[in-house]
Nanobody
Framework: VQLQASGGGLVQAGGSLRLSCAAS????????MGWFRQVPGKEREFVAA????????LYADFLEGRFTISRENAKNTAYLQMNSLKPEDTAVYYC??????????????????WGKGTLVTVSS
């Protein structure tokens, strides 16, 4: 499956952005979807994941409920709605896909398929 993330940009602290991840090449609904982020010089970190059906989600503890992952299988697209953004959310955000259940994935090691990232910059 091929993935393409978009929707990044510059936003002021407290603002919102919605990232999109368009998938192609395979049946989108067969894949769990995830979002990760990385700041240059730092390790990649898990942000959120969504099961095949969208009925089960996982979030990183540091989000404190500010982000929401979702998907539209009919459009082969996953989303990450980011609210109450903070300067420390500045990073390159990557979407990822995996054929496994999110209950079995160790997100520290990532997922099977990756898209190119989209840069999110939050100014103070």
């Amino acid at each position: 499956v091929q993935l393409q993330a978009s929707g990044g940009g510059l936003v002021q602290a407290g603002g919102s952005l919605r990232l999109s991840c368009a998938a192609s090449g395979r049946t989108f609904s067969n894949y769990a979807m995830g979002w990760f982020r990385q700041v240059p010089g730092k390790e990649r970190e898990f942000v959120a994941a969504d099961s095949w059906s969208g009925g089960s989600t996982l979030y990183a503890d540091f989000l404190e409920g500010r982000f929401t992952i979702s998907r539209e299988n009919a459009k082969n697209t996953a989303y990450l709605q980011m609210n109450s953004l903070k300067p420390e959310d500045t990073a390159v955000y990557y979407c990822a896909a995996d054929r496994r259940s999110i209950a079995t994935i160790d997100f520290y090691y990532g997922m099977e398929y990756w898209g190119k990232g989209t840069l999110v910059t939050v100014s103070s």
